[in-house]
């Protein structure tokens, strides 16, 4: 199976369903299941809103969130990658009443805001990863890589994906 590893708390969010496109400076041309793996790496980022908020309700938290409750050097979801699209464009600005808009473009003329542009990065000439069908799974442990990787798990536990999330068939 195909895997992209992404750095926390970006991999928990995309599991929870918050972050629904991933970013990366360089585009891919692969549609289709793909595993996403949390990093072994820890970022020294402070969980604040609305990452505080997203996170909370995935882990049933009631404290705030911090790297130490994150999982590490594991596959936490599977979702199908469904477009790479280029970003064209972006925005950054007041608005009437001096609130600061900020939004960013798509090639195929998407708008992104809010949660969703907060979650990724987006300067021009970037890519954004369209994933859909997001389903978090129990977390298998696997040593990450760059790029789009394979992952090479035990027979049994590939057959269970399989007929959990795949439909029972291979691809």
Not at 86 to 110: E, F, T
Request: proline share 5%.
């Amino acid at each position: 199976m195909k895997v992209i590893t992404v750095l926390e708390p970006w991999a928990s969010l995309i599991a929870c369903g918050a972050k629904k496109i991933e970013t990366r400076s360089w585009a891919t041309k692969y549609r289709g299941k793909i595993a996403i793996h949390a990093a072994a790496k820890h970022t020294k980022l402070q969980f604040k809103e609305p990452y505080h908020d997203a996170l909370s309700k995935y882990y049933n938290l009631h404290v705030p969130c911090s790297a130490d409750e994150m999982p590490y050097g594991c596959v936490i979801a599977i979702a199908d990658l469904v477009d790479c699209l280029q970003v064209v464009d972006s925005y950054v600005g007041l608005v009437p009443g001096g609130v600061i808009s900020k939004k960013a473009y798509l090639s195929d003329r998407r708008v992104i805001f809010g949660n969703e542009l907060i979650f990724g990065n987006y300067p021009v000439g970037g890519y954004a990863w369209i994933l859909e069908n997001i389903q978090r799974i129990e977390h298998i442990p696997a040593r990450g890589q760059q790029r789009i990787w394979n992952l090479n798990v035990p027979a049994l536990k590939l057959a269970a994906w399989h007929s959990e999330f795949l439909g029972g068939t291979e691809k």
